[in-house]
């Protein structure tokens, strides 16, 4: 069952599967209808095995695997949840898993996720049950790092990273809270926004507080990473701990504001980010009703407008940051859906797009499954 | 046993039934035998501080009641109830 996209949605889980040349994509779903389906992820270490985050509109937040590639789905035993307070404190609770990410190749079954209000939650079996991450939850700054600005939807923790060379490493993102770093397997952690701009907060010039919408970590070379903020696209070459500000190259009329940036899964100097309307008001839609992908080959130094076979006009969505992925083939294979349940696919690196699915409900979530 | 009506989003854990029965002297207790009887029913309407959740309201006979303190007798009703609007 190679070449599978599975598409989270406001109202369900669907998947699109193409064949071998990625030419031919059948639509099948919904499961789940009615579920509000954040992320659904692979398993790199064991590719039968799927986790996805779901709730629905009345009752609270909880998690499903499969073992089946996505056949069957069995809910988790013990959610993400946060400890219960003693008296005095503030309660937390968890209201919607929005992030997914399968953990290190030397611990199979280990997997992440992250939350709203910001919580760390870690599953050893494969996602049946779920700790709360005390270290990060727990951290004394916790309340500073995740205060957020009230926004409606609360702080979302996202973009967990997991080093590859060790379990130990890790990274995590929260919008708005910033980027931190962790370098002893999640107990201790570290803000890292040095360069980053946070022109929103009365004093843009803080270590934490920032709105980072997707991070991202090349597999092939893990100290490269990527970051799409709300103000603006970075890469960060570790060890140094400045974010450059790349989106600096986009054309001024486009800007750097987005949601999505995705790696290439062998060259870690290319990215393709999905730039929005970050003007006025903030419409977050596409850019003057013309929407277009944007690649850079060269690590962000310049950047190419890709456009072909994309609507030329009137065409207003937004792509969510979980919602744009790359394959692993030969020639990769860019993925995107959209707020208004289209899906759109290229299997030139971007060259040429064509939609493969429409009238879906909004895509919150989609990922390629091998 | 204290009959409990289930709304139609938590039948998955019921097996599709719409009335259900269950122990308790509180409304805590009959939620946790209605849990150990249907695993992974109780999150979905409590939450991890004890809380009813937003969108869940709790009716013992016709009382709505917001505090899982209340006590129960052998001839209450529990209504489980989904509120929400919107599309």
């Known amino acids: 069952m190679a070449n599978t996209l599975w598409i989270g949605t406001r109202k369900g889980l669907f998947s699109l599967r193409a064949d071998a040349r990625r030419r031919t994509w059948r639509l099948s779903g919904p499961q789940m209808l009615g579920h509000i389906i954040h992320h659904v992820v692979q398993d790199p270490r064991e590719p039968r095995r799927l986790v996805l985050a779901a709730k629905t509109g009345h009752l609270g937040p909880t998690v ?96 967990v990273r997991v080093d590859p060379r060790s379990a130990r490493h890790l990274y995590l993102a929260i919008s708005i809270g910033g980027v931190f770093e962790s370098t002893d397997g999640g107990a201790d952690w570290a803000p890292l926004n040095e360069g980053v701009a946070a022109d929103f907060l009365p004093n843009p010039d803080v270590p934490y507080g920032h709105d980072p919408h997707c991070v991202i970590l090349h597999p092939q070379q893990p100290d490269r990473l990527y970051q799409q903020n709300h103000c603006g696209i970075y890469r960060l070459d570790r060890p140094a701990r400045r974010w450059l500000r790349i989106g600096e190259h986009m054309p001024k009329a486009i800007g750097d504001v987005g949601f999505p940036i995705v790696a290439h899964p062998r060259d870690p100097d290319t990215v393709w980010v999905f730039p929005m309307d970050g003007s006025k008001v903030w419409p977050r839609t596409s850019i003057n009703g013309k929407p277009a992908v944007y690649r850079s080959r060269n690590a962000g130094r310049t950047w190419q407008r890709l456009a072909r076979g994309l609507p030329r006009a009137q065409a207003w969505f937004t792509v969510l940051r979980q919602a744009m992925c790359a394959d692993a083939g030969p020639r990769v294979g860019l993925y995107f859906g959209t707020t208004q349940g289209e899906v759109w696919a290229s299997i030139d690196e971007g060259e040429s797009w064509r939609c493969i699915a429409r009238h879906l409900p909004e895509i919150y979530s989609l990922t390629y499954a091998s | 046993m204290i009959t409990v009506r289930v709304p139609s989003p938590l039948r998955s854990y019921t097996a599709g039934a719409a009335q259900v029965s269950a122990s308790g002297r509180t409304l805590a207790e009959l939620l946790g035998n209605l849990d150990r009887h249907h695993p992974g029913m109780r999150f979905r309407m409590i939450d991890e501080q004890e809380r009813i959740r937003p969108h869940i309201r709790i009716f013992i006979n016709q009382r709505e009641v917001q505090a899982l303190t209340e006590g129960l007798g052998a001839s209450d009703e529990v209504h489980l109830i989904c509120a929400l609007s919107g599309g």
């Open chain 1, 64 to 159: 499903y695997n499969s073992i089946d590639r996505g056949r069957h789905w069995q809910e988790a035993k013990a959610p993400p949840a946060f400890r219960k307070v003693a008296e005095g404190e503030k309660p937390r609770a968890v209201e919607r898993v929005f992030w997914l990410t399968p953990g290190n190749p030397s611990e199979p079954g280990a997997w992440y996720a992250g939350s709203s209000p910001a919580g760390l939650f870690r599953s050893e079996d494969h996602g049946l049950h779920w700790a709360p991450v005390a270290g990060f939850n727990d951290h004394p700054m916790h309340p500073k790092w995740a205060a957020g600005l009230r926004t409606p939807d609360g702080e979302l923790l996202h973009s």
